[in-house]
């Protein structure tokens, strides 16, 4: 047998491939993580029972969706999404989202006729998301998530009329606020926080 085709492992690859309890230790995370989201959705629910009148019958009508993942860039994750509606050019959604070894995030994504109904709302909030350190995603696809700068710009590098023209010529909304691992006491808090601020602001068109 060719030594070239054995499979070569540093010593701390080799502790791992023969300690299983790391990885049953990680699963056992996430499953606490996927009924904090589950508790997260109720209370999210409630805030939207307020909502019926400013928001689309058809994204209130499909189901919140807690989905899990192995590799996002080569990670876990977990994402909510509520309220959540994917139709071709036209999406609505709330995303609430967990990146193992990086962050929590609470994202609003609206494209279409969702855009163009609720961007005047957004502009208007254009302060208060400042001050909240929210971000907004400047890249041609909406599909990325991490925060890197080729994908989100802070809002506070920018000014109203910046955002205002931002808003205008870019195909799709989408608004995040990401909140460390590190504030793990208030995480749940912090991200109801998020959502609400997003709800009541698009209650302004």
Request: aromatic fraction near 12%.
């Given at each position: 047998?060719?030594?070239?085709?054995?499979?070569?492992?540093?010593?701390?690859?080799?502790?791992?491939?023969t300690n299983y309890e790391w990885l049953l230790t990680k699963n056992a995370i996430?499953?606490?993580?996927?009924?904090?989201?589950g508790v997260l959705q109720q209370r999210q629910q409630e805030l939207l029972q307020?909502?019926?009148?400013?928001?689309?019958?058809?994204?209130?009508?499909?189901?919140?969706?807690?989905?899990?993942?192995?590799?996002?860039?080569?990670?876990?994750?977990?994402?909510?999404?509520?309220?959540?509606?994917?139709?071709?050019?036209?999406?609505?959604?709330?995303?609430?989202?967990?990146?193992?070894?990086?962050?929590?995030?609470?994202?609003?994504?609206?494209?279409?006729?969702?855009?163009?109904?609720?961007?005047?709302?957004?502009?208007?909030?254009?302060?208060?998301?400042?001050?909240?350190?929210?971000?907004?995603?400047?890249?041609?696809?909406?599909?990325?998530?991490?925060?890197?700068?080729?994908?989100?710009?802070?809002?506070?590098?920018?000014?109203?009329?910046?955002?205002?023209?931002?808003?205008?010529?870019?195909?799709?909304?989408?608004?995040?606020?990401?909140?460390?691992?590190?504030?793990?006491?208030?995480?749940?808090?912090?991200?109801?926080?998020?959502?609400?601020?997003?709800?009541?602001?698009?209650?302004?068109?």
């Amino acid at each position: 047998m060719n030594d070239s085709s054995k499979i070569q492992l540093s010593p701390f690859e080799q502790q791992l491939v023969t300690n299983y309890e790391w990885l049953l230790t990680k699963n056992a995370i996430l499953e606490k993580i996927m009924g904090s989201l589950g508790v997260l959705q109720q209370r999210q629910q409630e805030l939207l029972q307020h909502a019926h009148s400013f928001l689309p019958p058809e994204v209130l009508t499909v189901s919140a969706k807690i989905s899990r993942g192995e590799n996002y860039l080569g990670l876990p994750y977990l994402v909510l999404d509520h309220p959540r509606y994917f139709e071709k050019e036209n999406i609505f959604a709330i995303r609430t989202m967990f990146w193992w070894g990086h962050f929590f995030s609470c994202t609003l994504q609206l494209s279409g006729i969702y855009k163009e109904r609720y961007m005047p709302a957004v502009i208007a909030a254009f302060d208060q998301l400042q001050s909240e350190n929210f971000y907004i995603s400047h890249n041609s696809s909406q599909w990325d998530h991490h925060f890197g700068e080729e994908n989100y710009k802070g809002l506070h590098e920018l000014n109203i009329v910046q955002f205002t023209r931002h808003l205008q010529s870019h195909p799709f909304l989408k608004l995040a606020k990401k909140i460390s691992l590190d504030d793990w006491d208030t995480i749940e808090e912090k991200l109801l926080d998020a959502y609400r601020l997003l709800i009541g602001k698009l209650e302004k068109v």
